[in-house]
């Protein structure tokens, strides 16, 4: 009578995946290729997320448009961080394409933040054109912008 093995039946590391065989740990092999990156992120605290905040930036903001984004800027009653939101209608593809318009746009957003005034609430509304186009032209349009917005008081 032959002996089945099942995989799952085996202890946890017990495959012959190449961390498993070469000695390494997870956080060993994951430290080598992620190099740290302080200061270069976009956290919650700098992203509005809420619908009140976003509502308040429709209701009182004013628009800015360019060829790859609608941007609508409000002032903030406090004078600190200024936040971004982002919002993707489905109109312009399916999850995967609007996950990537958001991933352009956020990267864009986040090596142009240190540009924009303090105090100022920001939704941007992209566009299909984003995907087209290249990015130091999206960046010089993010740039423009945040420079506009700067301005309204």
Do not use: W
């Amino acid at each position: 009578m032959a002996v089945r093995c099942f995989r799952a039946g085996a202890p946890k590391g017990a495959g012959s995946s190449r961390l498993a065989t070469s000695g390494l740990s997870v956080t060993e092999s994951n430290s080598r290729s992620a190099p740290e990156r302080s200061g270069q992120s976009f956290p919650k605290a700098v992203r509005l997320l809420k619908t009140p905040d976003f509502q308040r930036v429709y209701d009182h903001g004013k628009k800015v448009s360019g060829p790859f984004f609608l941007a609508i800027c409000a002032l903030r009653a406090e004078s600190v961080l200024p936040r971004i939101g982002f919002t993707v209608p489905r109109r312009l593809g399916n999850s995967v394409i609007r996950n990537r318009i958001r991933r352009r746009m956020r990267e864009a957003v986040r090596l142009e933040y240190a540009t924009l005034a303090s105090g100022r609430d920001l939704v941007i509304h992209p566009r299909t054109s984003v995907l087209q186009a290249p990015f130091l032209e999206l960046r010089r349009e993010v740039e423009r912008v945040f420079a506009k917005c700067g301005t309204f008081s």
